[in-house]
Nanobody, 131 residues
Framework: QVRLVESGGGSVQAGGSLRLSCAAS????????MGWFRQAPGKGREGVATLLPTGGRTYYIDSVKGRFTISQDNAKNTLYLEMNSLKAEDTAMYYCAAGRTSRSGGGGIYCDPWANDYDYWGQGTQVTVAS
């Protein structure tokens, strides 16, 4: 049984930092694309960052480049999202996801940020940034 459990959310002031964690179990971690998604009230789910466990290729949406870092601890089957210089617009429920689908492009294999390509989801962790 695949299980993804997020933790690390909370409330911070603008400019602050948070580190999200996602503990994965029930499947071979290295065989699935991993991603962090977020959903703000009244908005659709948005892919924030993705990581290809084998090789470590990453993707970030433009609005978080230079501020967020996705990483992993393969030995612990754990995905992380380090979020710095947080802004009010980063406020959302953040979800960890795993998916079998990977894409080819830009000289290699990568994990795309489209929610429909992800098969398993965690329960989410709330991030609130006060301006």
């Amino acid at each position: 049984q695949v299980r993804l459990v997020e933790s690390g959310g909370g409330s911070v002031q603008a400019g602050g930092s948070l580190r999200l964690s996602c503990a994965a179990s029930g499947y071979t971690y290295s065989r699935y694309c991993m991603g962090w998604f977020r959903q703000a009230p009244g908005k659709g789910r948005e892919g924030v960052a993705t990581l290809l466990p084998t090789g470590g290729r990453t993707y970030y949406i433009d609005s978080v480049k230079g501020r967020f870092t996705i990483s992993q601890d393969n030995a612990k089957n754990t995905l992380y999202l380090e979020m710095n210089s947080l802004k009010a617009e980063d406020t959302a429920m953040y979800y960890c996801a795993a998916g079998r689908t990977s894409r080819s492009g830009g000289g290699g294999i990568y994990c795309d940020p489209w929610a429909n390509d992800y098969d398993y989801w965690g329960q989410g962790t709330q991030v609130t940034v006060a301006s």
